[in-house]
């Protein structure tokens, strides 16, 4: 996880202070912090966010967050740039762990690295004993966003071709449409 990364949604955790069983944090952005998530996102606007998140302890010094992110968005359609109400709801689910635990190390003898594109993925890092779970929750909020999006029944027309465009086309066109035909 970035140190103190800059973002409109912040909500820090002392990790040293959390119980066993972890706590929950509930975050619900104001106008002015939803202003500025649309603004740092291109977004028309933000009309509610909302993140509910369980912190936990993991493993011997490491902290597990799951939890869900909401939100109520409007774009700008990309054909039409008419806008695009859409409601984003995504699981937030990581792990961290303090910089220079063994749990974040993912090599083996011979400094090669060891990947598995199947299994989970290696735990963030902090530092100190603060971490901020708005930055995560702003993490998730971003995934969650079309980045095309489209109003029902907008449609791309098609250019017009230009008076200096050659009107046959080209080997390479030719090539793929014979391509095309056989399969």
């Known amino acids: 996880m970035p140190e103190k990364k800059k973002t409109p949604i ?3 955790v002392n990790v040293h202070r959390l119980a066993r069983k972890g706590m929950t944090v509930s975050i619900k952005a104001d106008e002015a912090e ?6 740092e996102h291109d977004l028309l606007s933000v009309e509610r966010f909302a993140a509910e998140l369980t912190v ?10 799951t939890g869900t992110v ?4 409007t774009q700008a359609c990309v054909v039409t740039l008419e806008p695009v109400s859409s409601h984003i709801e995504e699981d937030v689910s990581a792990m961290l762990v303090p910089e220079g635990s063994r749990l974040a190390r993912n090599e083996v003898e011979g400094g090669e690295f060891v990947l598995d594109a199947e299994g989970p ?6 530092h100190g004993s603060i971490i901020d779970v708005g930055v995560l929750a702003v993490e998730f909020f971003t995934l969650g966003i079309d980045p095309y999006p489209r109003r029902p029944g907008a449609v791309m027309e098609a250019a017009e071709q230009h008076e200096d465009a050659p009107k046959e086309a080209g080997p390479l066109y030719e090539g793929l ?4 035909q056989k399969s």
């Open 10 to 12: 912040s909500h820090e």
């Open 34 to 39: 939803r202003r500025a998530l649309a603004e």
């Open 56 to 65: 936990r302890p993991w493993k011997a010094d490491g902290v597990r967050i």
């Open 70 to 73: 909401e939100a109520d968005i």
């Open 121 to 126: 993925d290696m735990p963030d890092t902090f």
């Open 177 to 180: 449409r014979k391509l095309g």
